[in-house]
Every structure is written in C-alpha cells, then in structure tokens.
C-alpha cells in the first residue's frame, strides 16, 4: 500500500509546479519510509540534497554502512557531530562486533568480522587499533601490526593469547621495527 502511494505520488511529481513538486516528493518519502521502503526514501531525501534528513533516516533504521558511503560520496557536506562519519563508523563497529558474537556459523561470524574489518579500517590508525583492541579482535590487530612492521607489538600480543612460539619466530624472522 505504501509503497504504491509512493510511486503514485512520484509520478504526480512529473509536470507539477516547483511548488507542488516538493510537497508530493515529501509525501513519496513518507509513503516509502512508511512502507519499509527506507532505501528508497534515502535514494529521494539525497536527490532533494536533504542529507541530514537521510543521515537521521539511516541512523534510525540502524544502515550505518549506508550512511558512511552517503557519507564518503558528499564530501562538502558538514554534518552535526551526532551524523559525523566518526559516529557512524563506531555505530558500525558496535554493530558488527555484536553481531559476530551473536552467529554461531562459521561464514555469518566470517562475514561480520570483514564487515568490522571494513569499518575500522576508515579510521586513522591509532583508533583502528583501539577498535580492534576493544572489541576483540586480536588476530587482526596482530596481523595489522606486523604489516606496520611494529612485531615487537604484535609478538607481545601474541604472547598475551598463548602463542608464545609463533611470537618468538615472528621477532625472529627479521620483521622487527627495533622498538622495545
């Protein structure tokens, strides 16, 4: 039904006034949003340039991904702090950590991890290492820092979580940063 009122009030946008247009582009997002149809209203809220309307609408329904690539495709738009990219990103995070504990198949708890992997890797590095600090993602953070060439690091960490022999060949294999 809603989505039906959507389209239909679409289609009376074709050959209105400026005036009536937005009134019946309004009344579309309504209908669409109403009908669960949240991409949709987005994909309208962005064409009208009402980003902070779109940036709420993704927020309440939890497309925090959405949101960042909104996001990352408007660069000159300025959001307030609570629609920042900072914000979503750690939304994001929040939610794929949480969602990788929740599943118990190998692939669903694969395919969250990634997901998490995508979202931290957005932030600078010291907060991507925070991230993975924070919500347990070791292996990664481990492998994250030997790409950094901080092994000195990574080994301790590896240490920490009982592979003390897989950090011992790591500072032995040469990768070291020389830090202590």
């Not at 790409?147 to 590896?158: L, N, Y």
């Amino acid at each position: 039904e809603f989505d039906l009122a959507g389209k239909t009030f679409m289609m009376c946008t074709k050959g209105a006034k400026a005036e009536k247009e937005e009134g019946l582009l309004r009344d579309a997002i309504r209908s669409f949003r109403k009908g669960g149809k949240v991409l949709k209203a987005l994909e309208l809220l962005v064409q009208l340039g009402k980003l902070k309307t779109a940036l709420r609408l993704l927020k309440d329904d939890h497309k925090y991904l959405k949101a960042i690539e909104v996001l990352e495709s408007n660069p000159s738009f300025t959001p307030p702090a609570d629609l920042s990219i900072e914000t979503f990103i750690g939304l994001a995070a929040a939610q794929h950590a949480a969602a990788r504990n929740a599943v118990t198949d190998e692939s669903g708890r694969a395919l969250a991890t990634e997901r998490f992997l995508l979202v931290a890797s957005k932030l600078p590095e010291d907060e991507e290492e925070e991230l993975l600090r924070r919500y347990g993602f070791r292996d990664a953070l481990v492998e994250l820092l030997v790409k950094r060439r901080r092994t000195v690091e990574a080994a301790r960490i590896m240490c920490m979580d009982g592979k003390a022999l897989e950090g011992a060949l790591l500072l032995d294999s040469g990768k070291d940063d020389g830090r202590e």
